[in-house]
């Protein structure tokens, strides 16, 4: 790496171990804290998307990667994990820069990839065929196998996180992999492929990284019969469309898709300081409110209701919101004019039918440059209503009352999604016995997020679960079962 060990940079595509220039030029990649252009990113052509794929192809059945053992592979896996850590510092100042990233969300955002590196590093050693009870002679073993070709497409609002966790994955488990970042973070992608290629001994084609900023060339990834799997996080209604196009070759998929997920404030519930301030954080102010987990429902008691609003709009109003690269602030801006549009118009929308702006709900004062957004509390909001079914992708909560636990777990249920949620409440057994009855992917209690369990979502929220140990690794893999003879059974019929 250069001596600067920067990582905002302009980048060529990566293709088969080596850096190739865009066909099809370059698109600009825009600051949201200052709306300045930071790099020209390179932006492939469909044939270019395909080169990459026949490279993945080529290296997963002709290269050595697949010839590895599960130590060696992990070896190379190892080298990745201590470089992403050596380098933490470089990719959160591009974070800072591209996404918006603050030193709050530093550890999810940044330092958390080199730890996530050297898991699977470890995963990959403990890839074992396993025994199989059966009545008879003979044994059975169960074996899972590498897919092939994963093509990784990856959001912008946690991209070098999950370019990590899922690059990862599929390597451990023996793929090779296409990787597409979203256009409006090219260069997260591509600083994970110059680590890859400076750092480790991955070998050429096993990881490339390309970076189309057109349809037709991203939607190759899902159609191209070369590619094996494939590894979606982002909206829904994008996942319907990738789980469409991968059903005419039956490719195995793995969506991480949208949430709508509620929070529910039981009435015995110890409502502190403390616990507003994370509440609003999980439901509101994290990375500005473009999180898929986050809990952009609050469901409060209705003898409660005003009380708790009252206090979380104090609360809202000092979070001080600016510029990423100010340790002091709280709150980032939006990634894009685009997404600062649809955040505004759906509050708009809100009120219009009904509901109470109690704060928030514009451009915060002095900030004239950049994606921002206040912090946003509705309340009055109908539990049918656009504003607590769609999801927002920004820092706006939507409060509802209810009348007793039945009615709150009817209102949380009332969704087409079900990727996280929570539970507050003094009676631990009571708040669990409500949790149990959300339909969700995951749920808290008492603030105490699931740990170490696989992730994803019911309903719209996806389809497959990915991390959670050895799970989620053979979420990039096929089980065969081998059937084994015994000694009286040597022949083959």
């Not at 991480?256 to 929070?263: F, L, Q, T, V, Y």
Request: net charge negative; charged share 20%; aromatic share 6%.
């Amino acid at each position: 790496m250069a001596d600067s060990h920067a990582l905002v940079d302009t980048y060529q595509l990566y293709i088969d171990g080596r850096w190739v220039q865009p066909q099809d030029g370059r698109y600009d990649d825009i600051s949201p804290a200052t709306e300045a252009v930071i790099a020209a990113a390179p932006d492939a052509s469909v044939g270019q998307v395909a080169e990459a794929i026949a490279a993945a192809r080529r290296a997963f059945d002709d290269g050595p990667w697949g010839a590895m053992t599960h130590e060696e592979r992990a070896g190379c896996l190892t080298q990745l994990g201590d470089a992403l850590s050596k380098h933490a510092d470089d990719f959160f100042a591009l974070a800072q820069v591209e996404w918006g990233c603050l030193a709050n969300e530093r550890v999810m955002q940044i330092d958390s990839a080199g730890p996530v590196s050297m898991r699977a590093a470890q995963l990959a050693t403990t890839l074992n065929d396993e025994p199989v009870s059966r009545i008879g002679a003979g044994t059975t073993v169960l074996r899972h196998e590498a897919l092939g070709v994963v093509s990784i497409l990856t959001p912008w609002n946690f991209p070098h996180s999950l370019n990590v966790m899922k690059v990862n994955n599929a390597l451990a488990a023996g793929n090779t992999v296409v990787l597409k970042p979203s256009p409006l973070t090219p260069l997260a992608g591509l600083a994970l492929a110059r680590i890859i290629d400076e750092y480790t001994d991955i070998p050429p084609g096993v990881v490339n990284v390309v970076t189309p900023s057109g349809v037709e060339a991203a939607k190759l990834l899902t159609t191209d019969p070369r590619v094996d799997m494939i590894s979606f996080t982002g909206s829904s209604a994008v996942g319907c469309e990738v789980m469409r196009a991968a059903g005419d070759s039956m490719k195995r998929i793995l969506l991480e898709c949208g949430g709508k997920s509620a929070s529910i404030v039981l009435d015995d519930a110890d409502v502190t300081d403390e616990m507003l301030e994370q509440m609003l954080f999980d439901c509101c102010s994290l990375h500005a409110g473009q999180a898929c987990i986050l809990h952009s429902r609050l469901l409060l008691p209705e003898s409660t209701h005003d009380e708790i609003v009252g206090r979380l709009v104090a609360l809202a109003r000092a979070i001080r919101v600016g510029d990423p690269t100010d340790a002091s602030v709280e709150m980032g801006p939006l990634i894009s004019a685009a997404q600062l549009r649809r955040v505004q118009t759906h509050v708009a929308e809100a009120v219009n039918n009904g509901a109470t702006l109690a704060t928030g709900g514009r451009r915060p004062a002095g900030l004239d440059v950049g994606f921002y957004f206040e912090p946003t509390i509705l309340t009055g909001v109908d539990p049918d209503s656009v504003i607590a079914q769609e999801e927002v992708f920004g820092p706006v909560l939507a409060v509802l009352p209810y009348r007793d636990d039945d009615d709150a777990v009817a209102i949380a249920n009332n969704s087409r999604y079900g990727l996280s949620g929570a539970v507050w409440g003094a009676d631990v057994d009571r708040a669990v016995a409500v949790a149990r009855r959300i339909r969700t992917g995951q749920i808290a209690v008492n603030g105490f997020g699931p740990g170490g369990a696989p992730f994803g979502g019911f309903k719209l929220s996806g389809f497959g679960r990915e991390g959670g140990g050895i799970r989620g690794l053979h979420q990039y893999m096929e089980p065969k079962a081998i059937g084994i003879p015994g000694p009286k059974h040597q022949q083959c019929w």
